[in-house]
């Protein structure tokens, strides 16, 4: 459905996951290396952010300006995203 987002976390016990698109649309994904989400971390605390506890919607410019790695990418219908383990990661379909 356009415009649903599932807001940034990493997955239970920091497991993988796969995620298959099977609507008609796509979904843009972003994603944060687990190794950097100290760095996260410490910018949501700039914020006054607690994304274990706040649904947040991170800004790519604001990632990318504190030197995170950032993946950006959209998935396709049939596409398969693999996030590793520990992958912080936010979804947006856009229908």
């Known amino acids: 459905v356009h415009g649903v987002r599932t807001m940034a976390h990493c997955e239970d016990g ?3 996951s796969i995620n298959l698109c099977i609507g008609e649309g796509s979904s ?3 994603g944060i290396p687990h190794d950097y989400i100290y760095a996260f971390e410490e910018l949501c ?3 006054g952010v607690d994304y274990l506890k706040e649904n947040v919607w991170p ?3 604001e990632i990318m300006e504190k030197g ?3 993946y950006r ?3 396709k219908k049939g596409d398969f995203v693999f ?3 520990g992958t912080l ?3 947006q379909a856009k229908g």
């Open 45 to 47: 605390k700039e914020k």
């Open 59 to 61: 800004d790519a410019g």
């Open 28 to 30: 843009e994904w972003f």
């Open 83 to 85: 996030t590793a383990p």
């Open 68 to 70: 995170i790695p950032l």
């Open 14 to 16: 920091c497991l993988p």
């Open 89 to 91: 990661h936010w979804v």
């Open 73 to 75: 990418f959209d998935q």
